[in-house]
């Protein structure tokens, strides 16, 4: 685990580009933090307590201020399975309020259990899910929250349904940049899952209007060219939806779709062999559903 400043005050850690594994410790993702004058501010909390411990040390090695406040940009279980570590610190878990409706389900409950065994001994039967002690986006899901811990300000921008219902990036408007959760996958194909592709795209376009200095991505190196990342994500989706509603719309089969589909631009990316079937129908179910 090796931390890198992407700005004054602001540094993060970067996550492998590979599936989750006993072998990585679940360590796929990203994690940010921000050192303020009066504490420490951890955007998304890593795929293990382990990770979290080790988090924990970085940021010791940086300064003694208290962690104040882990911010959830959503409730995948390769962002938040460290946040009981975080929790035990006397941190404020702080994540929008439809993070709940995921806590509260099967697939959650599932996930985890299923974590326990593939990923022990870094998951297990200690392991559990921690709601957020701070819900945001509530009466109105869309609506900003502004955050100040000492002298620094921190925008919590609700931007789902698109990755997930709960989506958030996080920016800091005194150094530009934006911690924008699995919003921006750089370097590496997306994972769609059951994301809205349509919401998702919108929200890459608020994104790039709020016009940051540096994006630090749910996975993936910081982007020092926010504009050209964004885009490259955002055409893969447009991409994805021309293509697979195309076929839903004529009663194509998926496999005759996809197998006639030009990957080609996209096809040399990371995890491109791991992902793209299965994001190629998602969005073909969802285009289907669209459609009706």
Known sequence: MEVVRVAEGAYFVQGQAALGSAANQNFISNAGFVITDDGVVVIDALGSPPLALRLVAEIRKLTPLPIRQVIVTHYHADHVYGLQVFQALGATIVAHALGRDYLGSDTARLRLQASREELFPWIDENTRLVAAARWIGSPDPHAETLIRVGRTDFVLRPVGPSHTPEDLVVFVPSSGVLFSGDLLFRGRIP??????????????????????????????????????????????????????????????????????????????????????????????????????
């Open 191 to 292: 994972f769609i899952g059951q994301a809205d592709s349509g919401g998702w795209i919108r929200a890459l376009e608020r994104m790039l209007a709020m016009d940051p200095k540096v994006v630090v991505p749910g996975h993936g190196p910081p982007s020092t060219d926010p504009r050209a990342d964004m885009v490259l994500t955002r055409d893969y989706l447009v991409y994805l939806r021309d293509r697979m509603g195309e076929a839903a719309r004529s009663m194509e089969p998926f496999d005759e779709a996809y197998a006639r589909t030009d990957w080609s631009r996209f096809s040399g990316l990371p995890l491109f062999q791991a992902a793209n079937r299965m994001n190629a129908y998602n969005t073909y179910l969802q285009m289907e559903h669209e459609a009706k």
